[in-house]
């Protein structure tokens, strides 16, 4: 059986703090839906810490594919970027964006200093985050009469499906949101009723 869950966070985590030979990281974490929302975050981060150096983020969007990008934001190649994403992927998250914004103390780190700083501001804004479990959905359309309305209403309640929205007129439609690995079957019970229709959307 597939993997049908992700894990990601549904509020930012608390400010965190790290300090190393006077440099101050500052390590954040979003959660993200699109690459819109991760420059809102970013552009108030860069207003909030509009005297900071570096800006350095990394972030993954996606369930069954995804897709990440890490910025260095001026420091040497993969000293910041990367470690921050390597947080990700170690704790397995998705759908967020990681931002560690540093304010340089005049004393340069190296970049084995630089790595574990950003590591480090990464792993903390993680920790000081609440992760949780969600399940990968899909969504299908069920459209039948009105006069087949209790049929239908029996087997989401059955079955226990969400939902989503629903018109109830003449022509009656109900979206409903399935977990990954049960879809077929629940496609399946309703694709076989006289008179119903049911499709992917």
């Not at 400010?15 to 990281?25: A, E, G, T």
């Not at 993954?60 to 995804?66: D, F, I, P, W, Y």
Request: glycine residues 6%; positive net charge.
């Amino acid at each position: 059986m597939e993997k049908d869950t992700y894990k990601t966070i549904t509020k930012p985590s608390k400010d965190v703090l790290f300090k190393d030979k006077n440099s101050k990281f500052f390590g954040y974490a979003f959660p993200v839906k699109n690459e819109e929302e991760i420059k809102d975050k970013l552009e108030f981060l860069k207003k909030k810490h509009h005297s900071a150096r570096h800006w350095c983020y990394a972030y993954q969007l996606g369930t069954e594919n995804t897709t990440f990008r890490a910025n260095d934001d001026g420091e040497p190649n993969n000293s910041a970027g990367m470690p921050i994403y390597g947080q990700i992927q170690s704790f397995e998250v998705t759908n967020i964006l990681i931002v560690v914004v540093r304010y340089f103390g005049g004393v340069k780190l190296g970049v084995g200093g630089l790595i574990n700083a950003y590591k480090t501001g990464a792993q903390l804004a993680l920790e000081n985050s609440k992760i949780i479990e969600r399940t990968i959905n899909k969504n299908f359309l069920i459209i039948f009469d009105y006069k087949n309305m209790n049929t239908v209403m029996r087997i989401i309640k059955e079955k226990n499906l969400t939902i989503v929205n629903q018109t109830l007129e003449m022509d009656c439609r109900i979206q409903i949101s399935v977990r990954k690995n049960d879809s077929q079957a629940i496609f399946n019970v309703f694709d076989i009723l006289y008179e119903i229709d049911i499709k992917e959307l």
